[in-house]
């Protein structure tokens, strides 16, 4: 029975949709920038790899940057692509996606644009997850008690001065330098950075998404959201916090409107 992928590219989603994926079940929501004509920049995606196992995956086409929906969709398609021809020739799904990770960068340099996109990536082999990603998209993962398991660091001079210490969280929501990023697919100096192999327990929620989530919510919000309710009422009550904080300006509050996209995965069980 052939595997059939879930991408979003330019899309807007009024509300979440439910994909199976392996053993677990994904929450997808992806929308523009509020009261916005612009096209959306992000792109996401559900890729089986075989019955048991597969990507989830966020990628976010560098603002201020020209052609960023398109170095989006590349980095999607190509992952895509090469997840099939790794599983036709029998290749690890590891393999399959640093592979495709470095044939998107090489295929965003070749626009000659200067395009560039970030990716967040969660491979998924049955209760097992494992992170890899480039730039400011990032991944958690939510036990339901609101233990944070698992939280990527941006690669930006600010995500770098959390991971030291030295910035506090809010401080970093609202830095004027929150906007740049120094590591993103279409950089000849790009780096990838996989984290370790982490087992899901069955109520974890595992969490990938564009800055346009971590840019308007609290690690502290995000979680509480998380932690509680089945998928798709989370993925309405993220959207709903995030385009209500984007839409006012509170003080010490962050408020930065975007485009906003993520994928929420939790292990399958009798109800979602």
Not at 53 to 79: C, N, Q, R
Not at 164 to 192: D, K, P, Y
Not at 220 to 234: H, V
């Amino acid at each position: 029975m052939a595997l059939t992928a879930r991408l979003y590219r330019g899309r807007d989603l009024v509300d979440g949709e439910l994909h199976p994926l392996g053993i677990g079940m994904a929450a997808v929501y992806t929308a523009r920038r509020p009261e916005d004509d612009a096209v959306n920049e992000d792109a996401c995606a559900i890729i089986p790899f075989d019955e048991h196992s597969g990507v989830l995956v966020v990628a976010d086409g560098a603002g201020g940057l020209p052609s960023g929906e398109k170095a989006s969709e590349i980095a999607i398609d190509t992952l895509r692509s090469t997840l099939a021809a790794a599983n036709a020739r029998g290749d690890k799904l590891r393999t399959a996606i640093l592979d495709g990770i470095e044939h998107a960068n090489t295929k965003v340099q070749a626009l000659g644009v200067g395009a560039a996109t970030t990716i967040a990536i969660a491979e998924v082999q049955d209760k097992k997850i494992r992170p890899y990603h480039v730039g400011d998209s990032q991944i958690m993962v939510i036990g339901q008690r609101g233990k944070i398991k698992l939280f990527t660091k941006s690669h930006s001079p600010v995500g770098y001065g959390v991971e030291a210490g030295l910035i506090r969280e809010q401080e970093a929501l609202l830095h004027e330098e929150r906007h740049l990023v120094s590591n993103l697919v279409g950089m000849a100096t790009m780096h990838i950075e996989i984290g370790p192999m982490i087992e899901l327990t069955a109520k974890d929620t595992l969490l990938i998404a564009s800055d346009g989530l971590f840019d308007n919510l609290l690690a502290d919000e995000i979680t509480e959201i998380c932690r509680k309710g089945q998928l798709l009422a989370l993925s309405h009550a993220l959207a709903e916090s995030c385009h209500r904080r984007m839409a006012t300006t509170a003080d010490g509050m962050p408020s930065k409107p975007d485009d906003l996209t993520f994928v929420a995965f939790r292990r399958r069980v009798t109800s979602v």
